[in-house]
């Protein structure tokens, strides 16, 4: 009998999530499970990643239990995850030495800055990784794990340590101990890989101070990487799919060619356009990476990165008690025909692209006597879209001076996209349609399209891209000009921000 059925890991920042797909893409059984965030000091996040492993676990044998599957039923597992956020582990013990340094984390802001300093070393990152140095990426806080845990520069020395981004930890874990390794998207965000021949970089390993012997093997994101420990599921299932989220929701929005880019509403914001067999280097603020790749062809993607979206809705919730529950912050905003003048910024943790600005901090701007927080809770939504139409502005300067075609509409994903105020408030800023597919849980789509691939369930690209199926279109209907003042406003309320 076929197995037609996939399991998508989906581990995230906030939670850990697993899907049982059927081969057409529908969604059989899901679980998920929040896990702690930890704030040591102002500016710093951290995970447990032994909390990651068992509430992913957790999941993972909830969801084949809804589905009324057994594992000899599941063709592959696909993972997927936050990407660059950074943990070293015993190689023995198999135990981490320290909580895992979260992505939004800004600790090592100034050995970043000592690097920027260094012409060559900046240039080098550039060619190399399509990166710019800043905290988001994993390289520095390799460095940092280093230099701060006792013994961790002698035990790396020794060969005693691993470094993985959360996709090499749930594959260690899942296969009892037996596999270190990743695929070419997580290790193009550490800093340390050169995407233009997906190796390690010997000389940005140097410049870092990061031994060799830590690294795990680099595969394509459609790959036999091993199988789970019997003991797990009851039976092996091949792990054949790994991709970080961001590059796997590109790949579940079925965007295989250039040209074609996707937006993702989660605890950040998202924006990767592809960009073919081309490494295209952006001069607005936005970054080069890896994109999903199923063979040892070489794909590629513009990516601009929001360090706070649908966090800042969280942040309503439970840090200003303006609502109760995510869900009731399009009734409050709609509540208001408009933000009232408000203008909300949300650098908790600094800006990401296209500013760059990792000690900028959050502001409210723009409140008089007549606002509420109905007009602050519709610019918290406001300032989800108004960041990502500045990296889509990025990304349409760098095409434009590339000579390439422009985006033409913008498909979206992630937990925000449902709310239908933001998207089309979205589509008002940008001036082309956004698009929201029948299936809105792209990021795990995305590891099981990979997974599929490389176990046979499906044939080729596309086959796959044969299954998307939009949802609803959100078409613009406000007039440019005064699109074009609510982004000079905002930009205003940036440079605001910026200079306190």
């Given at each position: ?297 070489r794909e590629y993607a513009l990516e601009g990165s929001v360090f706070i979206g649908g966090a ?189």
């Amino acid at each position: 009998m076929p197995r037609d059925h996939l399991l998508a890991l989906d581990q995230g920042t906030s939670s850990s999530r697993a899907i049982v797909f059927h081969r057409d893409g529908r969604i059989v059984a899901l679980a998920q499970r929040e896990f702690r965030q930890h704030y040591p000091q102002p500016g710093w996040v951290e995970h447990d990643a032994e909390e990651i492993w068992t509430t992913q676990l957790a999941v993972a044998q909830e969801a084949l239990a809804a589905s009324g599957l057994q594992a000899r039923d599941i063709a592959a597992i696909g993972i997927t995850n936050q990407r660059e956020t950074t943990l070293l582990w015993n190689r023995r013990s198999g135990r981490p030495i320290h909580h895992a340094i979260v992505w939004q984390d800004r600790r090592t802001e100034p050995l970043c800055a000592q690097l920027r300093a260094q012409p060559e070393v900046v240039d080098q990152v550039r060619r190399a990784t399509g990166l710019v140095i800043d905290p988001y990426f994993s390289g520095s806080k390799i460095r940092w794990l280093l230099d701060h845990v006792d013994g961790a520069h002698l035990a790396a020395a020794r060969g005693e340590l691993a470094f993985g981004t959360i996709d090499s930890w749930l594959l260690h874990k899942l296969t009892g101990g037996g596999v270190h390794a990743t695929d070419v998207s997580n290790a193009a965000r550490t800093l340390l890989f050169d995407i233009r021949h997906n190796r390690w970089s010997q000389s940005l390993l140097a410049a870092l101070h990061v031994p060799e012997s830590l690294l795990p093997t680099v595969h394509p994101s459609s790959h036999l990487y091993g199988e789970t420990d019997a003991a797990l599921f009851g039976a092996p299932i091949p792990i054949a799919g790994i991709a970080g989220d961001q590059q796997s929701a590109l790949f579940g929005q079925a965007c295989f060619r250039a040209g074609l880019a996707k937006n993702t509403y989660g605890t950040g914001c998202f924006l990767l356009m592809h960009t073919g067999a081309q490494l295209q280097h952006s001069t607005h603020g936005l970054v080069s990476t890896a994109a999903a790749q199923t063979s040892a062809a070489r794909e590629y993607a513009l990516e601009g990165s929001v360090f706070i979206g649908g966090a800042a809705v969280q942040w309503l919730r439970d840090g200003l008690g303006a609502i109760t529950r995510s869900g009731d912050v399009q009734r409050l905003a709609e509540s208001v025909p408009d933000a009232g003048g408000v203008m909300f910024v949300p650098a908790f943790t600094g800006l990401g692209a296209p500013y760059w600005q990792p000690d900028a901090r959050g502001a409210i701007v723009g409140l008089t006597r007549g606002s509420t927080v109905a007009h602050i809770a519709r610019a918290t939504l406001e300032s989800i879209a108004f960041q990502s139409a500045a990296l889509l502005q990025a990304m349409a300067s760098d095409v434009a001076a590339d000579g390439a075609s422009a985006v033409t509409e913008l498909r979206v994903d992630g937990g925000a996209s449902v709310n239908d105020l933001l998207m089309q408030f979205q589509a008002d800023l940008l001036g082309i349609p956004v698009v929201r597919p029948q299936i809105t849980e792209t990021t795990a789509l995305g590891a099981a399209y990979l997974a599929g691939l490389a176990t046979g369930v499906y044939a080729s690209r596309e086959e796959l891209a044969a299954q998307w199926r939009a949802e609803r279109r959100f078409h613009p209907t406000m007039p440019r000009a005064r699109a074009a003042e609510l982004m000079a406003r905002w930009e205003h309320a940036v440079r605001q921000t910026v200079a306190a």
